[in-house]
């Protein structure tokens, strides 16, 4: 079963699943990053649906890349309007897993409010008088 570790905000969370098995709510590919994600309640961001057309999805392989499936040419044009690329960069909704792998949420793509989190942000200057 291969395990997938998602590192957001700097927590890991690993979780499995068995091939064939994960209910395919038609988010991204089959057995994606993000279809895990949503099966196990992994708030990963997607606001096109999961069908190639924005990077709100995008993650960084920290390792395992050669556990997901070979990046397609739709999947690279889309990333090329990526923040943040990195050459470890690839949409949730197109790397299928193929074995263990561990991601991370770059910090831009978290949806706070959706998320239920807070934002933390600094005192101005005026409020610190």
Same mark, same amino acid.
């Given at each position: ?18 091939? !064939?098995?994960? +209910? ?17 309640? %992994?708030?990963? +961001?997607?606001?096109?649906? #999961?069908?190639?057309?924005? $990077? $709100?999805?995008? &993650? %960084? ?8 499936? +070979?990046?397609? +040419?739709? =999947? ?7 923040? #943040?690329? $990195?050459? @470890?960069?690839?949409? !949730?909704?197109?790397?299928? %897993?193929?074995?263990?792998? &561990?991601? =991370?949420?770059?910090?831009? $793509?978290?949806?706070?409010?959706? @998320? #239920?989190?807070? %934002?933390?942000? !600094? ?7």
């Amino acid at each position: 079963m291969p395990k997938v570790t998602f590192i957001i905000d700097g927590v890991e969370q690993t979780v499995e699943f068995q091939h !064939g098995q994960l +209910e395919y709510s038609h988010h991204g590919e089959p057995e994606s990053l993000l279809d895990v994600a949503k099966n196990r309640d %992994i708030p990963l +961001e997607h606001a096109c649906g #999961g069908s190639c057309a924005c $990077t $709100t999805c995008h &993650v %960084i392989v920290r390792s395992g890349a050669q556990n997901l499936s +070979e990046m397609q +040419e739709d =999947e690279a044009d889309r990333l090329d309007t990526a923040w #943040g690329l $990195t050459p @470890e960069s690839r949409l !949730g909704c197109q790397a299928v %897993i193929t074995g263990d792998v &561990v991601v =991370e949420f770059p910090m831009y $793509t978290r949806n706070y409010v959706q @998320e #239920g989190g807070a %934002i933390q942000l !600094g005192k101005s200057t005026a409020d610190k008088a």
